[in-house]
Structures are given as structure tokens and as C-alpha cells.
């Protein structure tokens, strides 16, 4: 009989645990940044592409911090992206982690706490009203 709740508990929890995208404790609320136009060098010339990112908050006591730091990690970003010059393939597969490892480090050695847990490119389908209702709120408030 226990065995028969226990299992039962679980196939009534996990459509909860399969609907989680992200583990708990990673990260708050998410910050998209202003679209960026980021050059990258060809043999025709210097071409643009645009890149859109979000900022995932720190939870806590951290996250009104973060908000006011937004606008000078958006600018800090901005440089890098411009001296770097990430090529279109550096925005796929395993070079993508490499560029959003970076990206991060930017923006904790520019608040040098921490406030930040992550950073996520948006990709082209994706827009602001996917965003839960807090980071859609910080994302307006935080430029």
C-alpha cells in the first residue's frame, strides 16, 4: 500500500518537476539588454549583426543592486563586442559557450559582486513576453 502512494505521488509530482527549465537556486529574474549591432570583419568589409542578451539576476539581497549596475555592464558589453568582433559562427554550438562564458565575466568584474548568474543570448524567436511577469517589470525598469 505504501509503495502504491509512494509511486502514485510521483507520477502526480512530476509534470511539476517536468515543467521546471532551469534547476532551482540558479539565478532570479532576467534583464534583457537593449540589442546590440556587433561588427565582424570579411573579406568584403566590416558587416553588422544583431545580438540581443539578458542578464540573469543574482537572487537576494543582490538583485536591486544588479539592476542599477545594468546599464554600465550594457556598455561594457558593448565595448568588448566591438573589439572582439565575434564572428555569426561564434554565436553557435560549443564556440557559444565559450562567447557567454566571457560575457559573463565581463559583467561580475564590472561589479565586481557578483550580482550576476548568467548570461543568455536571445535567439530570434524569442521575445520579452516569454519573460515571467517580474523579468518583464526589471527588463523596463533596469536601463
Known amino acids: ?28 529574474a532576467k534583464v534583457q539588454l537593449q540589442p546590440f549591432m556587433s561588427p565582424y570583419r570579411t573579406p568584403s568589409g566590416v558587416r553588422y549583426q544583431v545580438v540581443t542578451l539578458r542578464l540573469i539576476l543574482d537572487v ?16 561594457k558589453l558593448m565595448l568588448h563586442l566591438y573589439k572582439t568582433m565575434p564572428q555569426p559562427a561564434d554565436l553557435q ?14 559583467a561580475t ?3 565586481a559582486r557578483g550580482f550576476f548568474s548568467g548570461v543568455e543570448l536571445v535567439q ?14 526589471l527588463t523596463s525598469q533596469c536601463k
Do not use: W
Open 124 to 137: 530570434e524567436g524569442d521575445d520579452k513576453s516569454k519573460m515571467d511577469p517580474k523579468s518583464q517589470t
Open 60 to 75: 537576494g539581497v543582490n538583485e536591486r543592486p544588479a539592476c542599477f549596475m545594468v546599464p554600465v555592464v550594457h556598455e
Open 109 to 111: 568584474a564590472t561589479t
Open 93 to 106: 554550438g560549443q564556440r557559444l559557450d565559450v562567447f557567454i562564458k566571457e560575457l559573463l565575466d565581463i
Open 1 to 28: 500500500m505504501k509503495a502504491l502512494l509512494a509511486a502514485l505521488a510521483l507520477l502526480i509530482a512530476a509534470p511539476a518537476y517536468a515543467a521546471e527549465d532551469e534547476p532551482v537556486g540558479y539565478g532570479g
